[in-house]
Every structure is written in C-alpha cells, then in structure tokens.
C-alpha cells in the first residue's frame, strides 16, 4: 500500500498524546514523591527494633515501618494479648440472659493499628509459604476470609511481639529460611535511589539493632552485595562497594589487606 493510499490520522491523535503525556509526567512525579517518603521512613524505621522484623518471610520495609510507626515503643505492651487487645483482634460478643454469641470484629479498637496488622496477615497469605498453607487449610473447612487474616494476625503478634520486645531474628518450627535485614533493606534503599552515604548511615543504623549472634550471618550475606557492587564498571556501585566495608566492620567482618572487597578472604573480628 503506497503512503498516497494510507488512511488519515485521526484528528484527535495530538490531544490523546497531550493527555497521556500528562498523566505519565503526573504519575512520575508522584513515584516519585513516594520513593522519597519511603526514603524517609525507612532512615527513621532503621533506628528501632521493628528492622529486625526484615528477618521474617514476607515482611518488608514499607510493611514493618507501617506496623511499628502504629504500635509505638513495644515497651508499651506487657503481652501479646494487650497487642491484639489494643488492634481488636477478636470478635465482638453479645450475652443476654441464655443469649451468648459472637459476631464481627469488635468496634472497638485502634483502627490504623489494627489495618497495620491486617495488612500483615496479607502478605503472610501471598509470600509466606507455611501461612499460605494453613490459610488453605483454614479456607478448605470453610472459614471465611476475614476470620483466616484474623486468625493469622492474631498468631503474628506473638511472634512479632518476642522478635521485638526480645531482640531477636526470626526462629520458626517450620524451617523456613529467614530473610537477611541488612540484605533486604540494601535491596529496598537501592531501589529507591537512595545515595551510597545515605545507604552506608542507614545500615549502620540497622547493624546496632541486630544481635550479637546474628552478625556474621547478615555479613556474610551483605559481603556477597559489596563484592558484587565492587566488581561493577559503573561509578555508582563501586563506591557503594567501598563504603560498605565500614558496615561490614561493624557487623564483625573485615579484609586481611588493603584491597578490602577484592579479596575474598576476610577474618572475624573480636566485638
């Protein structure tokens, strides 16, 4: 078909290219926008004891900076039951002479809190392998949906609750591997565009949360980014790579000679 035989424009072509164009420059700028909120969130989220909630499977950084900006101090809590107590994690209960039933969730509650938790209870149903199993099971004898994220939320506070108040990384008689802190908040500030300094202050932050026995393991694993990041070509990463041997030192690791990731050999330092 020769270009004199072609069907003409549609005449409304430039004003759908201006709209859509506006809409893609309105929806960077909010990207944006959030990117540097999260950026932000997760500078103050590292300065607490809710980072050590990275090490459980499926939580994230945007997920446990939501839970522990609504719970507060977890100094707060005597016991999960004042966590749960506090969210409304339980039915409502109606008793009257011989009447005694439950219904809904109880009107009564913290409602941002308890949203935080439901929105844990989600995540544990989509990226955590042993919830995703016994969600199906709780599904298969007929519970609905609302009463299986309860159910899961309520079994979460207990965990989350001696994780924080105990300072200690995920332990599970499902052996499921736990996830790396230091490894995940790497991962999220880079995706962020978050600049190497502030990478660097952010996970020495997070390195004064984790316990003692538990810092060689996250170095070991953040070791395997600073090599990666020094091998690079581009600018960016390679001085990544080099700021993060000071974390690396921190959490007990350092090179035997000058050439700090090049070498693959390191030693355990005395803390």
């Known amino acids: 078909m020769g270009a004199g035989n072609a069907t003409e424009s549609d005449p409304m072509a430039i004003f759908h290219t201006r709209v859509w164009m506006s809409q893609l420059d309105d929806w960077t700028q909010k990207t944006q926008q959030i990117d540097a909120i999260e950026r932000d969130l997760a500078g103050i989220f590292v300065k607490t004891p809710y980072v050590l909630l990275l090490s459980h499977p499926g939580i994230n950084v945007v997920t446990a900076a939501e839970l522990g900006s609504e719970m507060g101090p977890i100094e707060n809590y005597a016991s999960p039951k004042a ?58 004898e007929g519970h609905k949906s609302q009463d ?3 159910r899961i939320a309520n079994r979460m506070t207990r965990i989350v609750f001696k994780m924080v108040s105990g ?11 736990r996830g790396y802190v230091m490894d995940k908040l790497l991962v999220f500030l880079r995706e962020h565009n978050t600049s190497p300094a502030i990478i660097v ?20 694993k953040l070791q395997e980014a600073a090599l990666k990041a020094q091998r690079s070509r581009r600018k960016g990463p390679q001085e990544l790579g080099t700021l993060l041997v000071a974390v690396l030192a921190r959490l007990g690791i350092a090179a035997k000679d000058d050439d700090a990731l090049e070498s693959t050999q390191l030693r355990v330092l005395k803390l």
């Open 201 to 220: 202050r952010d996970l020495k932050y997070a390195a004064d949360q984790l316990p003692k026995s538990s810092l060689i393991d996250e170095g070991t």
């Open 148 to 150: 299986i994220r309860c």
């Open 83 to 140: 966590v749960s107590g506090r969210a409304g994690l339980f039915p409502s209960r109606y008793q009257s002479d011989e009447v005694d039933r439950t219904g809904k969730l109880t009107r009564f509650r913290n409602a941002k809190l308890r949203a935080a938790w439901m929105m844990i209870a989600d995540n544990m149903c989509k990226c955590n392998r042993y919830w995703m199993v016994k969600a199906e099971k709780w599904k298969s």
């Open 167 to 177: 300072r200690q990384i995920y332990k599970h008689p499902s052996r499921l591997d």
